[in-house]
């Protein structure tokens, strides 16, 4: 996919917001391209931006190497205590694939709001998304076992699972990479999948 068909699919799928809306998003965004095993915001860093990723993935991980999410194609990548919060972030974030990300620095978005009123929309849309994912994941790791997680993952996105390494999938999952490596061979076959 390229700029102008992401640009107007992303559009097409906001339907509220209007020309000139548009034109000033377009106007504020940054296309940044990082080559994969890129660290782009260090724990302890600061940053104004939040964007959509176009294409690839990104890891955010603690300082044991845990992973706590995953970023990728059309999902919201920013981070709510850097943003929101103002304080540094407590994770890194590395792209594991070649990755593009569409840019906008957050506070430049809030200043526009009270004259692109629809602009606000689509920040609150922005939360609201990132609000869930985070909800389902803790849901997920409160109510489902491993396995459980797993097959849920399976189901949602089973392109992740040959997308990431084992070890950072398995501590995202909350499971012991050989118990990881069972699952795959009792439920994951990439030959049936579609």
Do not use: C
Not at 55 to 70: C, E, M, P, Q, S
Not at 98 to 115: A, K
């Amino acid at each position: 996919m390229d700029y102008d068909e992401f640009i107007k699919i992303y559009f097409e799928q906001n339907k509220y917001l209007d020309e000139n809306d548009k034109q000033k998003l377009l106007g504020m965004v940054k296309i940044i391209n990082y080559p994969a095993n890129k660290i782009v915001l260090h724990k302890g860093e600061q940053t104004e931006y939040v964007g959509i990723i176009e294409r690839g993935l990104i890891r955010a991980y603690d300082k044991n190497n845990k992973t706590v999410w995953f970023f990728h194609e059309n999902s919201v990548y920013g981070s709510l205590e850097v943003l929101m919060q103002k304080r540094p972030s407590s994770l890194t974030y590395e792209t594991l694939e070649e990755t593009t990300v569409f840019l906008f620095n957050y506070n430049d978005l809030e200043n526009v709001i009270n004259e692109y009123p629809h602009i606000s929309t689509l920040l609150l849309m922005f939360w609201k998304n990132t609000a869930k994912e985070i909800y389902l994941n803790f849901s997920a790791f409160l109510h489902l076992t491993p396995e459980e997680r797993y097959l849920h993952l399976l189901s949602q996105d089973s392109r992740l699972i040959l997308r990431v390494k084992s070890k950072d999938l398995a501590t995202y999952l909350g499971v012991h990479p050989v118990s990881l490596s069972r699952l795959k061979k009792r439920y994951f076959n990439p030959n049936n999948k579609k």
